[in-house]
T-cell receptor
Framework: DAMVIQNPRYQVTQFGKPVTLSCSQT?????MYWYQQKSSQAPKLLFH???????NEADTPDNFQSRRPNTSFCFLDIRSPGLGDAAMYLC??????????????FGDGTRLSIL | AQKITQTQPGMFVQEKEAVTLDCTYD???????LFWYKQPSSGEMIFLIY??????QNATEGRYSLNFQKARKSANLVISASQLGDSAMYFC???????????FGTGTSLTVIP
């Protein structure tokens, strides 16, 4: 089945220690997104790629960076995680089809804890 | 600017009953899409149903239907014959005809009571 896969499902890191979350997709979608979601809140868009074009949200901290080496993979790098970065991180994909009828397909998320 | 509003932080429904989750939106785009997602406690976001702004009929997918009232800018989700497994957070989202961003509401937590 075509899908969006996030690894790992749970990640524990130390305060200030760089961490990388990964996302892969078999849907061949040209748009990939990273969201941060804290408890009982809506997902907050950090950035997205349209093919290789990177689009950063204005309020995304510099501490968060992303790489998309090819269509299938996208990575979220947190350079110096703080306690406030503990959250669920969701990867999603979509296509840039005609109009607005293409939904996002989400991975299962990575729950990040900071010690 | 695009905005999605979900005014019900929490809802309760008796098993086998129907429930309506409210969603209103604001956009200046002439063409847009509206989506509902379900997020169980395990965290994954599951796409449920889509409604296009030019669709003449309300969308339906199994027990899910969308009550779309364009003039009122509302896109309420109706879940019929609620099941215990429907207990989850539900998010309404919108996408414009141009651009790749999705705009999410704050969500409604639904609890199905046996």
């Amino acid at each position: 089945d075509a899908m969006v896969i996030q690894n790992p499902r749970y990640q524990v890191t130390q305060f200030g220690k760089p961490v990388t979350l990964s996302c892969s997709q078999t849907l061949n979608h040209n748009v990939m997104y990273w969201y941060q979601q804290k408890s009982s809140q809506a997902p907050k868009l950090l950035f997205h790629y349209y093919d290789k074009d990177f689009n950063n949200e204005a309020d995304t901290p510099d501490n968060f960076q992303s790489r998309r080496p090819n269509t299938s993979f996208c990575f979220l790098d947190i350079r110096s995680p703080g306690l406030g970065d503990a959250a669920m991180y969701l990867c999603a994909t979509s296509t840039r089809g005609r109009g607005s009828n293409q939904p996002q397909h989400f991975g299962d998320g990575t729950r990040l804890s900071i010690l | 600017a695009q905005k999605i509003t979900q005014t019900q932080p929490g809802m309760f429904v008796q098993e086998k009953e129907a429930v309506t989750l409210d969603c209103t939106y604001d956009t200046s785009d002439p063409s847009y899409g509206l989506f509902w997602y379900k997020q169980p406690s395990s965290g994954e976001m599951i796409f449920l149903i889509y409604q296009g702004s030019y669709d003449q009929q309300n969308a339906t997918e199994g027990r899910y239907s969308l009550n779309f009232q364009k003039a009122r800018k509302s896109a309420n989700l109706v879940i019929s014959a609620s099941q215990l497994g429907d207990s989850a957070m539900y998010f309404c989202a919108m996408r414009g005809a141009t651009g790749n961003q999705f705009y999410f509401g704050t969500g409604t937590s639904l609890t199905v009571i046996p």
